[in-house]
Structure formats: C-alpha cells, structure tokens
C-alpha cells in the first residue's frame, strides 16, 4: 500500500547543506502527517520535523530548529527536509515517516507512525 523512499543523503563536512526528498507511493485517506525521523548506532531514534495534510502545520525538534525545513511538494508526492549548517551530532540514518491523523496526535511521537522508509544515511565531519 504506502512506501516511502528517501534519498538525498551524503558525506557532508560540518557547516555544509543536504536536502532529503521522500518520495510516498500508495494512498493515504483523510488527514494525515509525514515526518523525518533519525538514529544514530547506539541512539533512540529521535524525531526530527513533521508536516500535516492538509493543514500544513509543522513541527520541528529543539535541536534542528533553526536550521532544518521540512517542505511539501503536493503534486509530486515528496516531502523534502532542507537541512542548513549541519553539526557532527546531525550524523545518523534518516527516516522518512507517514501516519493518519487525528485530534491529539503527536507528531513528534514515532510509535505513532504507520509507515516507514529504509532511511538515507547522512554524515557530517567534523
């Protein structure tokens, strides 16, 4: 049904600039939010930033606020997450994420989603 593909990942030096693309393939019915998601070896995974259908309202995580984006491209079917002056703690796999909403749902929250991609490593030397 729903699969999620991302890309954009790369070898970075801190201060540099990426730009992931998700890419949904399927239909998801009614309101709905996608999210990126990361996790370095050894970490949580921890939430990243998060866009709504149709609203559009966004959230970001402490740390990436600032200096992450997350856009939407409706005719494409993408979300993208522009990430400007990137640190050595932004190294981790990152994950694309999709879920139905509904009132009082956290975004931030990754055991809320229902769809996951593979994940496009990224890498910031310091």
């Known amino acids: 049904q729903v699969q999620l593909v991302e890309s954009g990942g790369g070898l970075v030096q801190a201060g540099d600039s990426l730009r992931l693309s998700c890419v949904r393939s399927g239909r998801i019915v009614g309101s709905y939010a996608m999210g990126w998601f990361r996790q370095a070896p050894g970490k949580e995974r921890a939430f990243v930033a998060a866009?709504?259908?149709?609203?559009?309202?966004?959230k970001y995580a402490d740390s990436v606020k600032g200096r992450f984006t997350i856009s939407r491209d409706n005719a494409k079917n993408t979300v993208a997450l522009q990430m400007n002056n990137l640190k050595f703690e932004d190294t981790a796999v990152y994950l694309c994420?999709?879920?139905?909403?509904?009132?009082?749902?956290?975004?931030?929250?990754?055991?809320?989603?229902?769809?996951w991609g593979q994940g496009t490593q990224v890498t910031v030397s310091s």
């Open positions: 866009i709504t259908w149709p609203g559009g309202y966004t």
């Open positions: 994420a999709a879920t139905r909403t509904e009132y009082g749902l956290s975004v931030d929250a990754y055991d809320n989603y229902d769809y």
